[in-house]
């Protein structure tokens, strides 16, 4: 409604006190009706992949507290929105990655968005996991820490919602080279598939056993969002590794090796700093746990700087200008 109303105040400005402008402005209908049916063919696939997870999403949320309750439904919520601040991180650079790509695909250079491929979206996947992994690891602390005691059985929720904004971030940065060419139907067409797919897994993780389910509540929603999220996300890395002449199962294998040695980091300095007994504060604890676990992936990134999608170049270019 706000931009409604100053696209509104700007045409009249324009058409009251620069008329000349506004004439040069006209369009023909020929090129109008152009415009509208580009528009539409562009945006409606989009327009109906929304609509339908829209739909998902509340039919999840329903069937969690049909069967779960309002208790479960708030440690999934909690857990959510954990995981929501891990993407925070990552999601600003989607409209600039997207731009590029567009820019490229307008100039038919597929190399150079393969390049952009390349060198972005493996960095800002290894940027997610590096927030989401730690979270994981600290998640009852996490659960104490923002939730209170009321909280502590959200753990488990949050610890697997943690993982989720890792693949948010490959899909949202992977997605950007379906818009950028315009492959808008393919785009919809996997995402609905999976949200399909996705409809009988939360009835079976999050019934009743009596009902032929799982009874896992919040966890259950939790495994469903990211287990789909992981197989969207990677279907949609198989049709643009084919688009952009890629290695599809170098970035499967770069995912899963970089998410386990965060974690394995993570945990491990989690069992030291706990060893150690550094402090009976919880949040004390946490941050010299984040702490020590940001040397540690730094020492780890310099020393394998693939994990992060980088180069010994990269490396050495930043520690000269760290240097200056």
């Known amino acids: 409604m706000l931009f409604l109303f100053l696209g509104i105040t700007f ?29 539409y063919e562009y945006s409606h696939p989009l327009f109906t992949y929304a609509l339908i997870g829209l739909v998902v999403g509340i039919f999840d949320r329903w069937i969690l507290q049909y069967f779960s309750g309002s208790i479960e439904q ?16 990552t999601s600003a650079m989607t409209p600039l990655i997207t731009r590029e790509f567009a820019i490229a695909y307008a100039n038919r250079d597929i190399q150079q968005m393969a390049h952009l491929f390349r060198r972005y979206i493996p960095m800002l996947y290894g940027t997610a996991a590096f927030f989401s992994c730690f979270i994981a690891v600290h998640a009852e ?71 032929m389910g799982l009874n896992l509540g919040s966890t259950g929603l939790a495994i469903k969002m990211v287990a789909l999220q992981f197989l969207g996300v990677n279907v949609q890395l198989y049709f643009n590794a084919k688009l952009l002449n890629l290695a599809f199962r170098k970035y499967l294998a770069h995912q899963l090796l970089c998410v386990c040695t965060l974690s394995l980091v993570a945990f491990v300095i989690s069992k030291a700093v706990n060893y150690i007994e550094v402090s009976s504060n919880i949040v004390v604890n946490f941050l010299v746990n984040g702490i020590i676990y940001s040397c540690a992936v730094g020492i780890f990134t310099y020393f394998i700087p693939e994990l992060f999608g980088l180069r010994k170049i990269d490396i050495k270019n930043i520690m000269g200008k760290l240097r200056k």
């Open 74 to 89: 708030g440690f999934y919520g909690l857990a959510y929105q954990i995981g929501a601040v891990c993407f925070l991180f």
């Open 11 to 39: 045409v009249w400005i324009i058409k009251k006190y620069n008329p000349e402008a506004w004439k040069s402005w006209k369009i023909p209908r020929t090129q109008i009706r152009t415009y509208i049916e580009e528009f």
């Open 141 to 211: 602390k996490v659960a104490l820490i923002f939730g209170g005691t009321k909280f502590h059985d959200a753990s488990i929720p949050i610890t697997i919602m943690a993982f989720y904004p890792i693949h948010q971030t490959y899909g949202q940065l992977s997605g950007s080279v379906f818009y950028a060419t315009g492959q808008t139907r393919l785009y919809r067409n996997i995402g609905i598939s999976i949200m399909i797919l996705g409809l009988p897994v939360t009835y079976l993780l999050i019934a009743p056993h009596q009902n």
